[in-house]
């Protein structure tokens, strides 16, 4: 299952075929488009970019949207770091290990920046160290989180007049969101639309209201044009994208969220809606009824839980208790189809006592959750958890987040044995030439490998009816449905 929000995807956007490529020495840069430089026989010196990302779907889709902006500009993506004279990482923050991973990459810079290279740091680690990132890393050029990327093409433009140090901060005041006509997808049939951008929540533990700045909801209309503009070429999955997309609020006032879901199911040629994430005090019920309306919408809901007890839910300030979260779960079960339910949980938190953590274990065997994405509290600049004593050793966090991932293992390996004999729909993404298998993805979000009787692979983007015939905690096996 795709991780969520501040998960473990990490992308190496590099899509296009490979070709070597001039540098953009200092000398070399200026002007839009390819430069000539000073000397009239030289060929052009080629605008070329790396890009990495790491972190959560957010930050994969805004390096689509960064691709195809850097791209309208003149720059052509190459495949690695060698290849490029503009080398781009879009940073995650969301917990130290993720940041730590980022500043051991900045020191690789060094080496390359006498070879005229250039270097972008973008994100959340760029907005979180703002300037600082200069100090540690003198050799980087441009410092923007995402609330800037709309200034990008002027800070390339800065770039290849010569400035040596370029930022794009936000102080949460940007009211605006970054959409682009120039987003280049990575995948041809299913694509991301962020429809609400950074977060006014303030959990205690979490660093993205201060890394992407404060809550912003693009139009249902340019939302809906976006998705109609997808079907057209050949779109056939969306996946709305937030950091709480349920807290979505229409600026021109026309639509609410599950309304917003329920324009974008019926859009013709749309055959599967996701949205991710949502947050569990403005899940309303209505969500639960466009699902059932509509079933071109998926059905999976991913609901960050955090902890199964009220009392650290408090502490966290996540604004709701065990209690309504249990009646949001209520309503999801009783959908007239079965809904998959997946959940983020942090073991840990300060303060979190033996008895918080069994009602933890207790609300997974409650809810049956399909996947959970767990991870230990990581203290985290700017939050107010920083100032609570982080009093749970990391010993102890590993004991619980393992004692966690055990009992959720069982529960998975029971729900997925529970599809065996089903035939269900599967979206076809890729194969295994080794094993002769076909790999997709169910409605429910469950990859599903299977085996199909053709002589020819049937085409990733196709949808197949496949029997399940056997599983895993994670996965399905099966075969297609001639
Ligand atoms: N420590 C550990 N996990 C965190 N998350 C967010 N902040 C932290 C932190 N400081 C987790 C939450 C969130 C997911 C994206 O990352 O579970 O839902
Ligand atoms: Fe972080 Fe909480 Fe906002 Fe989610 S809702 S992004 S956990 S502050």
Redesign the pocket.
């Known amino acids: 299952m795709a991780p969520p929000?501040g998960g473990i995807l990490k992308a190496a956007m590099a899509l296009s075929g490979a070709q070597t490529a001039g540098e953009m020495g200092p000398s070399s840069r200026g002007g839009s488009g390819s430069s000539a430089g000073k000397n009239p026989g030289a060929r052009p010196v080629e605008k070329t970019f790396y890009i990495e990302t790491f972190g959560c779907q957010m930050n994969a889709h805004d390096s689509e949207k960064v691709i195809g902006t850097l791209e309208h500009q003149g720059y052509r993506q190459v495949q690695s770091e060698m290849e490029a004279n503009l080398i781009l990482y879009n940073t995650c923050s969301i917990r130290d290990k993720a940041e730590q991973k980022v500043f051991h990459r900045l020191n690789d810079f060094k080496k390359y920046y006498a070879a005229g290279k250039r270097f972008a740091v973008l994100g959340c680690v760029a907005q979180q160290e703002g300037e600082r990132i200069f100090e540690r890393a003198p050799y980087v050029s441009i410092v923007s989180g995402s609330a800037s990327y709309r200034k990008l093409p002027e800070m390339l433009r800065r770039l290849e007049a010569g400035e040596r140090h370029i930022t794009g901060l936000d102080d949460r005041q940007t009211e605006e969101t970054f959409e682009t006509e120039f987003t280049r997808r990575s995948n041809p049939h299913r694509g991301y639309i962020t429809i609400i951008e950074g977060?006014d929540?303030?959990?205690a533990y979490?660093v993205?209201?201060y890394t992407r700045g404060k809550e912003r909801s693009r139009t249902g209309s340019s939302v809906v044009g976006e998705a109609r503009r997808m079907a057209a070429s050949g779109y056939t999955e969306v996946q709305l994208l937030g950091?709480?997309v349920n807290s979505y609020r229409d600026p021109e006032g026309k639509l609410s969220f599950a309304e917003l879901l329920g324009a974008i199911g019926e859009l013709d040629g749309i055959r599967r809606v996701r949205f991710t994430t949502s947050?569990p005090r403005d899940f309303t019920r209505d969500i639960v009824e466009v699902i059932d309306r509509v079933e071109t919408l998926c059905d999976h809901v991913h609901l960050p839980v955090q902890s199964g007890s009220s009392r650290m839910l408090q502490a966290m300030q996540r604004e709701y208790t065990m209690e309504s979260y249990l009646e949001r779960i209520a309503w999801i079960k009783s959908a007239r189809r079965p809904i998959s339910i997946t959940t983020d949980i942090i073991v840990g938190f300060p303060g979190e006592t033996e008895t918080d953590f069994g009602q933890t274990l207790d609300l997974l065997q409650r809810v049956q959750y399909d996947a959970v994405f767990a991870f230990k509290y990581s203290p985290r600049p700017n939050t107010p958890a920083l100032a609570m004593p982080d009093s749970i050793d990391d010993e102890e966090k590993s004991r619980r987040l393992q004692r966690l991932l055990e009992k959720q293992r069982e529960i998975q390996r029971t729900n997925y044995a529970n599809h065996i004999g089903q035939v269900m729909e599967v979206a076809v993404e890729g194969f295994n030439t080794q094993r002769g298998q076909v790999i997709g993805r169910s409605s429910q979000n469950k990859t599903v490998n299977f085996s199909a009787r053709q002589a020819i692979f049937p085409a990733p983007g196709s949808y197949l009816p496949v029997q399940i015939t056997n599983s895993f905690p994670n996965s399905l096996v099966g075969e297609a449905v001639q």
Do not use: A, G, L
């Open positions: 929000c977060c929540k303030f959990c979490c993205v209201p950091q709480n947050h």
